[in-house]
């Protein structure tokens, strides 16, 4: 594929965005009609022009001048003839997942910078960790960007964009408005990154993106929420299918509430947060020196908390389910169970009928696989 074909696709997915829900003005149709195209044959797999024009419902002129364009971009190809009852031939038209790589950085463990380099289907290709441990404010946005490089050029196919799963408010420009964890304040680190790297590169709260990645990827229901245990504790919520955000950028930004009176200092500034008792080093300080009964016990306990904390959330929004992401030390067992029937116990039979309590099914791996995500919602308009 020539330069000018791959900028093209850049640049169509930059005026692509987000799938609108609204009404489409003229000046985003194509972009709108394309989207759909590529929504159907990375979903359904290889189809002929006719059907896609039926599908989508476009007119088969609409569809073929797409298509065209697309073949021209190397994002499909043709992959033979099918005969159906009646008529000629029709000639297959499917995606071509492998043309493009799409670079994910998974920013939520304490230690390391996860990274990996995906194809279009999500498939891993590459995967490299970067240490990380103590490193915050301006030295954290140089090994981001340092990471990012070294994924970049050891990419087998050309990058459609970056994906970035960030602990943290972060609104819909890729500002991170705050995340305490790592001294970030006011931080435009997608515009930043943008720049320095010469790609589009897409930022949002990691526990957002985990919840994206595992509807998208591993059959999490429309209506869940996805809790994640790590340095901090953050959720990220699908209702009715769509990723909220909130007033502010900062739906599910649980981590810092406060659910104890007096309680610990919290990275945040205040006291009895739900993190400090929650998060992986809280939990680590609390079970040191138990015994397997006492650390049951202690867990049972947080689970307790943590029902308590997500029953009116639960019974606000209606939801089918909540997911935890975490250590399997800590999420598997006791603190699932308490905190499941602590969720039962507060809310009323016929808000929680069929609703659950399990863990994810992405495993560490749900930032990343959103983090793709994130890269395809917006620059190919497929989710």
Do not use: W
């Given at each position: 594929m020539t330069e000018a074909a791959q900028?093209?696709?850049?640049?169509?997915?930059?005026?692509?965005?987000?799938?609108?829900?609204?009404?489409?003005?003229?000046?985003?149709?194509?972009?709108?009609?394309?989207?759909?195209?590529?929504?159907?044959?990375?979903?359904?797999?290889?189809?002929?022009?006719?059907?896609?024009?039926?599908?989508?419902?476009?007119?088969?002129?609409?569809?073929?001048?797409?298509?065209?364009?697309?073949?021209?971009?190397s994002l499909v190809e043709e992959l033979g003839t099918t005969r159906g009852s009646v008529g000629k031939p029709a000639t297959l038209v499917g995606m071509r997942t492998e043309a493009f790589s799409i670079v994910a950085l998974d920013l939520?463990?304490?230690?390391?910078?996860?990274?990996?380099?995906?194809?279009?289907?999500?498939?891993?290709?590459?995967?490299?960790?970067?240490?990380?441990?103590?490193?915050?404010?301006?030295?954290?946005?140089?090994?981001?960007?340092?990471?990012?490089?070294?994924?970049?050029?050891?990419?087998?196919?050309?990058?459609?964009?970056?994906?970035?799963?960030?602990?943290?408010?972060?609104?819909?420009?890729?500002?991170?408005?705050?995340?305490?964890?790592?001294?970030?304040?006011?931080?435009?680190?997608?515009?930043?990154?943008?720049?320095?790297?010469?790609?589009?590169?897409?930022?949002?709260?990691?526990?957002?993106?985990a919840a994206l990645g595992e509807y998208a990827y591993a059959g999490a229901s429309d209506c869940s929420l996805l809790l994640t245990i790590g340095q901090g504790v953050g959720a990220g919520l699908m209702l009715d299918g769509a990723r909220v955000h909130g007033a502010n950028g900062a739906a599910g930004e649980i981590g810092h509430v406060t659910v104890t009176d007096g309680g610990e200092p919290c990275a945040c500034g205040r006291h009895g947060c739900l993190e400090t008792i929650l998060s992986k080093p809280a939990l680590d300080r609390s079970t040191e020196g138990l015994d397997p009964l006492g650390v049951e016990r202690h867990l049972e306990e947080v689970g307790r908390l943590l029902g308590r904390t997500l029953a009116p959330i639960v019974?606000?929004?209606?939801?089918?389910?909540?997911?935890?992401?975490?250590?399997?030390?800590?999420?598997?067992?006791?603190?699932?169970?308490?905190?499941?029937?602590?969720i039962a116990r507060r809310v009323m039979p016929a808000t929680g009928s069929g609703f659950t309590v399990r863990t994810a099914g992405l495993g560490d791996r749900s930032v990343l696989s959103g983090a793709a995500g994130l890269v395809l919602d917006a620059q190919l308009g497929i989710s």
């Open positions: 900028r093209r696709v850049v640049q169509a997915g930059r005026k692509t965005g987000l799938r609108p829900t609204g009404k489409v003005l003229p000046q985003h149709q194509r972009a709108h009609n394309r989207s759909m195209v590529l929504q159907r044959l990375f979903h359904d797999g290889p189809t002929s022009r006719a059907d896609l024009s039926r599908a989508t419902g476009l007119t088969r002129v609409t569809v073929s001048d797409l298509v065209s364009s697309l073949l021209e971009d939520s463990d304490d230690a390391v910078i996860r990274g990996s380099v995906m194809s279009l289907s999500g498939l891993e290709v590459i995967s490299r960790q970067f240490p990380a441990a103590g490193v915050v404010g301006e030295a954290f946005v140089a090994l981001i960007d340092q990471s990012a490089a070294a994924l970049i050029a050891a990419a087998p196919q050309p990058v459609l964009g970056v994906g970035i799963g960030a602990p943290g408010v972060i609104d819909p420009d890729g500002r991170v408005v705050e995340a305490p964890n790592r001294n970030f304040y006011d931080v435009p680190l997608a515009a930043r990154l943008t720049e320095s790297l010469g790609l589009p590169v897409l930022v949002a709260n990691d526990a957002d993106v019974a606000a929004l209606n939801l089918s389910e909540v997911l935890l992401s975490g250590p399997a030390e800590y999420v598997g067992g006791a603190l699932k169970e308490a905190a499941s029937q602590e």
